[in-house]
């Protein structure tokens, strides 16, 4: 089995039973005129990794494991929208409202599609959530466990948002969660690092974390 070399120790990867799960690489988050950008974010930070991420889904899917991508979005009708969610802030557009690419994080919408470059192969689990993490309100969960998948490789935005909570949620069901540290990022350098840290702290409380060369080096792919 392919050893990881990883903080705070190595991970074991049996590759049969792990899958990669890359987190809303959406035009929303990382494109400017989306979401991200309407909640004051400079979203070139995100942009940045698609190179990073591609390399990686690329590597897992050399390597044989299960490749499932997440999307943050809402109904067209948002009924799963709640109203604490659509009122929060003062953003410059509301989730639901029209756009430049399309209403703000709603399902079917230019902006709710994963950036091309890594687009999903027609035979992956592409899973819409409607909240920041993966396993609330999805069949993420039912189709893990259907699967047989013990481990989850985390990649995608924003680290200490969506791919964070994410974790946890996994983390308690019983994941080892390890996080590709070059293949995620937050609006905000500082969180990113913190979140870094925070999950592989006290002996990996939450999970792992190392660069993608060395998950695609120990994958020998
Ligand atoms: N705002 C922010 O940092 N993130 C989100 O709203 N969603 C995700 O992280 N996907």
């Given at each position: ?84 969610k ?103 350098a ?7 840290r ?18 695609l ?5």
């Open positions: 089995m392919p050893v990881i070399t990883a903080e705070p120790f190595d991970f074991t990867c049996d590759i049969d039973t792990c899958a990669l799960i890359v987190i809303d690489m959406q035009r929303d988050f990382v494109e400017p005129g989306g979401f991200g950008a309407s909640l004051g974010n400079d979203v070139s930070r995100l942009m940045a990794i698609v190179p990073t991420v591609a390399r990686l889904i690329d590597g897992a899917r050399r390597a044989g494991m299960m490749v499932i991508h997440t999307r943050e979005c809402h109904r067209p009708d948002l009924s799963d929208l709640p109203e604490a659509r009122l929060r802030g003062s953003p410059s557009l509301r989730i639901g409202d029209p756009g430049p690419m399309g209403r703000l994080l709603v399902a079917g919408e230019p902006g709710a599609d994963i950036v091309p470059e890594l687009a999903p192969l027609p035979q992956e689990l592409v899973i819409d959530k409607p909240g920041k993490g993966a396993f609330y309100a999805t069949e993420l969960g039912a189709v893990l466990s259907r699967r047989g998948i013990r481990q989850l490789i985390f990649a995608g935005v924003t680290t200490e948002v969506c791919v964070q909570t994410t974790m946890r949620e996994a983390n308690d069901r019983g994941y080892d969660c390890l996080l590709a540290t070059d293949a995620t990022e937050s609006y905000f500082e969180f990113k690092d913190a979140a870094v925070m999950i592989t702290a006290q002996g990996a409380i939450v999970g792992w974390a190392t660069p993608t060369n060395t998950i080096e120990a994958l020998n792919v």
